[in-house]
C-alpha cells in the first residue's frame, strides 16, 4: 500500500509550535589578525564558541562592558565589519576516545591525514578542573625514556610534570620525541602537541614516531606556525582533554607540549590584539595562570579513581641560555624539575647535551627503578667531580694517581651517557652499563671503545645473559649470581673490544 506522504508531513506540520523565536546576535566592529570585536551579544560566557554568518568559528576570550574579544578559529579572510555573530551556548569541546589513535588532527580534531574523519567516543571540553588533592596519589611508578642520562640521573615518574628547556636546535625536541619512541612496548598512550612549529619540524617528528615508534597508541594534534592564533592558542588545553579520556579510564598517558614559550608568545599576540594591559615583556598578567593552570591537570589518580595517570613534558626555548627570562622561569616555577640542553655541549658533540649541574628531578628517586638506582650507585657525584676536575687540570700540573683515576673514570662515564637519537635502550641495557661503569670495567678501555661497547651490548646481553633479562621482567630485581654471571659476560665484552686500540 503506498504511504500517505501528504498525512506524514500534515501529522508532523502539527507538532510544531509557531510563533516568534529571540536568537541572540552580534556584529562585528573590527576585524584583523585573527581577532574580532564584537558589539551586541551581551550574554556571551567567556571561551563560549561563536559562529559567524559566513559559517567560521572562533572564542569570546574577553568579555567588556561594551565589547567581546573573539579568537578566531578559521581563516579570517571572509570575515568583514558588519558581519553577524551568533552564540551557540557551548564552550570550545574536542572529540576524544580511541578512534584518535594513530590520527594526525588539529585542535578541534579535525583530521590531517587523509584517512577520514574522526568518530570520537565523546567530546570533552578544551578546559577542565585539575583532579583535586584527595583524587590524587603518589608518583612512584617510573617512566622509562630509554634515555640513558635521564633514567639514571633524573628519572621521570607517572604523573610527574618535567619541563625540558634549552636554547633553539639544541635536542629538545627530539629528547622528548625519544621518550615517546621508548614508550613502544609500554603500556602508556603518547600524545605530541606541536605549538607555532615549522611544517618541516613537525614532519621530521612525525616521521620518527612512524619508523621508530608504536604510532598506532600515539596521538598526534598540530598547529603549526601558519595556522590561526586562536587555534595554536587552544592546542595545548585540547591535547590535554585527549590524553585526560584515557587517564580518567585508568589507563597512562604521556604527553609532549613543544614548545609553551610558542604558546606564551601567541598568548601575548592575542592579549595585545584585545587591547589587554601588558606586563613584564608584554605578556599579559594571566600568562602564569594559563601555564599552571595547563600543567596542574598532569597528575597521578589515585585508586578509588581508576588509578590512572598523565605525564607532562612542557618543552621552553632559552635566549642565549638565560635560564631567568620570564617564560622560562614561570615554567620551572610550575614544574616538578627541569632537564636543562647546553649549547655548548651540543655543539661539542655530547647528545643529548643534558647539562647535568642545572638539570634536576624533585621527584628523583622515588620513582627510578630500584634495580637500577643501585646499579648507578654514586654515579652523578662521580661525574660531577670528573667535570669539576677537568676544569682545573685544564690549567697544567701533573694530577696525582687518585685524580689521574677519576679523570679516566668520568671520561668513560661521559662517553657512555652519549646516546643516539631515535635508539631508545631497554632497563636491562642501562642496568648493564652501569654495572659496568661501576665496577671499573669500562677504565681499561680507550674512550672510543666506550662507544662500541655500549653499541654492542643489546646483543651480548641477548645472546650470553638471558637469564638476567629474564629474572629483571619478572621481578625487577637482581640476584647477587645474576649479578656475578652478568659481571662476567660484560667483561668478556669489554676485554674483545680492548684489544682494538684507539687513542685514549
Same mark, same amino acid.
Given at each position: 500500500m503506498?504511504?500517505?506522504?501528504?498525512?506524514?508531513?500534515?501529522?508532523?506540520?502539527?507538532?510544531?509550535? !509557531?510563533?516568534?523565536?529571540a536568537?541572540?546576535?552580534?556584529?562585528?566592529?573590527?576585524?584583523?589578525?585573527?581577532?574580532?570585536? /564584537?558589539?551586541?551579544l551581551?550574554?556571551?560566557?567567556?571561551d563560549?564558541?561563536?559562529?559567524?554568518?559566513?559559517?567560521?568559528?572562533?572564542?569570546?576570550?574577553?568579555?567588556?562592558?561594551?565589547r567581546?574579544?573573539?579568537?578566531?578559529?578559521?581563516c579570517? @579572510?571572509?570575515?568583514?565589519?558588519?558581519?553577524?555573530?551568533?552564540?551557540?551556548?557551548?564552550?570550545?569541546?574536542?572529540?576524544?576516545?580511541?578512534? *584518535?589513535?594513530?590520527?594526525?588532527?588539529?585542535?578541534?580534531?579535525?583530521?590531517?591525514?587523509?584517512?577520514?574523519?574522526?568518530?570520537?567516543?565523546?567530546?570533552?571540553? /578544551?578546559?577542565?578542573?585539575?583532579p583535586? /588533592?584527595?583524587e590524587?596519589?603518589?608518583?612512584?611508578?617510573?617512566?622509562?625514556?630509554?634515555?640513558v642520562?635521564?633514567?639514571?640521573?633524573?628519572?621521570?615518574?607517572?604523573?610527574?610534570?618535567? *619541563?625540558?628547556?634549552?636554547?633553539?636546535?639544541?635536542? #629538545?625536541?627530539?629528547?622528548a620525541?625519544d621518550?615517546?619512541i621508548?614508550?613502544?612496548?609500554?603500556?602508556?598512550?603518547?600524545?605530541?602537541?606541536?605549538?607555532?612549529?615549522k611544517?618541516?619540524?613537525?614532519?621530521?617528528?612525525?616521521?620518527a614516531?612512524?619508523?621508530?615508534?608504536?604510532?598506532?597508541r600515539?596521538?598526534?594534534?598540530?598547529?603549526?606556525?601558519?595556522?590561526?592564533?586562536?587555534?595554536?592558542?587552544?592546542?595545548?588545553y585540547?591535547g590535554?582533554?585527549?590524553?585526560?579520556?584515557?587517564?580518567?579510564?585508568?589507563?597512562?598517558?604521556?604527553?609532549?607540549?613543544?614548545?609553551?614559550?610558542?604558546?606564551?608568545a601567541?598568548?601575548?599576540?592575542?592579549?595585545?590584539?584585545?587591547?589587554?594591559?601588558?606586563?613584564?615583556?608584554?605578556?599579559?598578567?594571566?600568562?602564569?595562570? /594559563?601555564?599552571?593552570?595547563?600543567?596542574?591537570?598532569?597528575?597521578?589518580?589515585?585508586?578509588?579513581?581508576?588509578?590512572?595517570?598523565?605525564?607532562?613534558?612542557?618543552?621552553?626555548?632559552?635566549?642565549?641560555?638565560?635560564l631567568? @627570562?620570564?617564560?622560562?622561569?614561570?615554567?620551572?616555577?610550575?614544574?616538578?624539575?627541569?632537564?636543562?640542553?647546553?649549547?655548548?655541549?651540543?655543539?661539542?658533540?655530547? #647528545?643529548?647535551?643534558?647539562?647535568v649541574?642545572?638539570?634536576?628531578?624533585?621527584?628523583?628517586?622515588k620513582?627510578?627503578?630500584?634495580?637500577?638506582?643501585?646499579?648507578?650507585?654514586?654515579?652523578? !657525584?662521580?661525574?660531577?667531580q670528573?667535570?669539576?676536575?677537568?676544569v682545573?687540570?685544564?690549567?697544567?700540573?701533573?694530577?696525582?694517581?687518585?685524580?689521574?683515576?677519576?679523570?679516566t673514570?668520568?671520561?668513560?662515564?661521559?662517553?657512555? !651517557?652519549?646516546?643516539?637519537?631515535h635508539?631508545?635502550?631497554?632497563?636491562?641495557?642501562?642496568?648493564? !652499563?652501569?654495572?659496568?661503569?661501576? @665496577?671499573?670495567?669500562?677504565?681499561?678501555?680507550?674512550?672510543?671503545?666506550?662507544?662500541?661497547?655500549?653499541?654492542?651490548?643489546?646483543e651480548?646481553?641477548?645472546?650470553?645473559?638471558?637469564?638476567?633479562?629474564?629474572?629483571?621482567?619478572?621481578t625487577?630485581? +637482581?640476584?647477587?649470581? @645474576?649479578?656475578?654471571? +652478568?659481571?662476567?659476560?660484560?667483561?668478556?665484552?669489554?676485554?674483545?673490544?680492548?684489544?682494538? #686500540?684507539?687513542?685514549?
Amino acid at each position: 500500500m503506498p504511504r500517505d506522504w501528504a498525512s506524514s508531513a500534515r501529522g508532523a506540520l502539527e507538532g510544531v509550535t !509557531l510563533g516568534p523565536r529571540a536568537e541572540p546576535r552580534g556584529r562585528v566592529e573590527e576585524i584583523g589578525d585573527g581577532v574580532a570585536m /564584537i558589539s551586541g551579544l551581551r550574554d556571551v560566557r567567556l571561551d563560549e564558541v561563536l559562529r559567524f554568518a559566513g559559517g567560521q568559528t572562533g572564542f569570546a576570550r574577553v568579555l567588556d562592558p561594551d565589547r567581546i574579544g573573539c579568537v578566531l578559529l578559521d581563516c579570517t @579572510a571572509k570575515v568583514e565589519a558588519g558581519d553577524a555573530v551568533f552564540g551557540t551556548g557551548e564552550v570550545v569541546n574536542v572529540p576524544v576516545g580511541e578512534s *584518535l589513535l594513530g590520527r594526525i588532527v588539529d585542535p578541534l580534531g579535525r583530521p590531517l591525514d587523509g584517512k577520514g574523519p574522526v568518530l570520537a567516543q565523546a567530546h570533552l571540553p /578544551i578546559d577542565r578542573p585539575a583532579p583535586s /588533592i584527595i583524587e590524587r596519589d603518589l608518583v612512584t611508578e617510573p617512566v622509562q625514556t630509554g634515555v640513558v642520562v635521564v633514567d639514571t640521573l633524573f628519572a621521570l615518574g607517572r604523573g610527574q610534570r618535567e *619541563l625540558i628547556v634549552g636554547d633553539h636546535s639544541t635536542g #629538545k625536541t627530539t629528547l622528548a620525541v625519544d621518550t615517546l619512541i621508548a614508550q613502544a612496548a609500554s603500556d602508556m598512550i603518547c600524545i605530541y602537541v606541536a605549538v607555532g612549529q615549522k611544517n618541516s619540524s613537525v614532519r621530521r617528528a612525525i616521521d620518527a614516531l612512524q619508523r621508530h615508534g608504536n604510532f598506532a597508541r600515539c596521538i598526534v594534534v598540530v598547529a603549526g606556525a601558519s595556522e590561526a592564533p586562536g587555534l595554536q592558542w587552544i592546542a595545548p588545553y585540547a591535547g590535554m582533554s585527549m590524553a585526560e579520556y584515557f587517564r580518567d579510564k585508568g589507563q597512562h598517558a604521556l604527553i609532549v607540549f613543544d614548545d609553551l614559550s610558542k604558546h606564551a608568545a601567541t598568548h601575548r599576540e592575542i592579549a595585545l590584539l584585545t587591547r589587554q594591559s601588558p606586563g613584564r615583556e608584554a605578556y599579559p598578567g594571566d600568562v602564569f595562570y /594559563i601555564h599552571a593552570r595547563l600543567l596542574e591537570r598532569a597528575s597521578k589518580l589515585s585508586k578509588d579513581r581508576g588509578g590512572g595517570s598523565l605525564t607532562a613534558l612542557p618543552i621552553a626555548e632559552t635566549v642565549a641560555g638565560n635560564l631567568s @627570562a620570564y617564560i622560562p622561569t614561570n615554567l620551572i616555577s610550575i614544574t616538578d624539575g627541569q632537564i636543562v640542553l647546553d649549547a655548548a655541549l651540543f655543539h661539542q658533540g655530547q #647528545k643529548p647535551a643534558v647539562d647535568v649541574g642545572l638539570s634536576v628531578s624533585r621527584v628523583g628517586g622515588k620513582t627510578q627503578a630500584p634495580v637500577l638506582r643501585k646499579a648507578a650507585g654514586t654515579l652523578r !657525584l662521580d661525574y660531577a667531580q670528573f667535570l669539576e676536575l677537568e676544569v682545573f687540570t685544564r690549567f697544567g700540573g701533573m694530577p696525582d694517581g687518585r685524580v689521574r683515576d677519576q679523570l679516566t673514570r668520568g671520561a668513560r662515564i661521559r662517553e657512555a !651517557l652519549r646516546q643516539g637519537q631515535h635508539v631508545p635502550f631497554r632497563l636491562a641495557d642501562e642496568v648493564a !652499563l652501569m654495572l659496568a661503569l661501576q @665496577a671499573g670495567l669500562l677504565d681499561e678501555l680507550p674512550v672510543g671503545a666506550v662507544t662500541a661497547f655500549r653499541a654492542a651490548l643489546p646483543e651480548a646481553l641477548d645472546r650470553d645473559a638471558a637469564d638476567f633479562l629474564t629474572g629483571l621482567t619478572d621481578t625487577g630485581t +637482581l640476584e647477587d649470581k @645474576a649479578r656475578t654471571d +652478568l659481571l662476567a659476560v660484560l667483561a668478556t665484552l669489554a676485554k674483545s673490544l680492548g684489544d682494538t #686500540k684507539t687513542p685514549a
